[in-house]
């Protein structure tokens, strides 16, 4: 059974930090892609940060480039995201996303999702 679980979401002052967890499981978690999205209220759901099978690359939105910082763990099967220096429009609930493809096949995995709050 694939789950992907996360686990740090919460109210938070602008300024401030979170750091994001996601408990993976059911699936050949170093093969894939992870990335973080997120979705605020109203709005379409927008990638955050991805990170390669193996951690050697990274990339994020520009929105979060500089703030936040995306890692994994292939031991632990555990991806984070680290988020500084969060700001009102950071609020949204974020969600953990595994991805993987081949010539003839593709997997597409969802965590539930975490609400993060940033609010004075």
């Known amino acids: 059974q694939v789950q992907l679980v996360e686990s740090g979401g919460g109210l938070v002052q602008p300024g401030g930090s979170l750091r994001l967890s996601c408990a993976a499981s059911?699936?050949?978690?170093?093969?894939?892609?992870m990335s973080w999205y997120r979705q605020a209220p109203g709005k379409e759901r927008e990638l955050v940060a991805t990170?390669?099978?193996?951690?050697?690359?990274?990339d994020y939105a520009d929105s979060t480039k500089g703030r936040f910082t995306i890692s994994r763990d292939n031991a632990k099967k555990m991806v984070y995201l680290q988020m500084s220096s969060l700001k009102p429009e950071d609020t949204a609930v974020y969600y953990c996303n595994a991805k993987w493809r081949s010539s003839y096949l593709s997997r597409d995995y969802w965590g539930q999702g975490t609400q993060v709050t940033v609010s004075s």
């Open positions: 059911g699936f050949a978690f170093s093969s894939y892609t």
């Open positions: 990170i390669t099978s193996a951690g050697t690359s990274t």
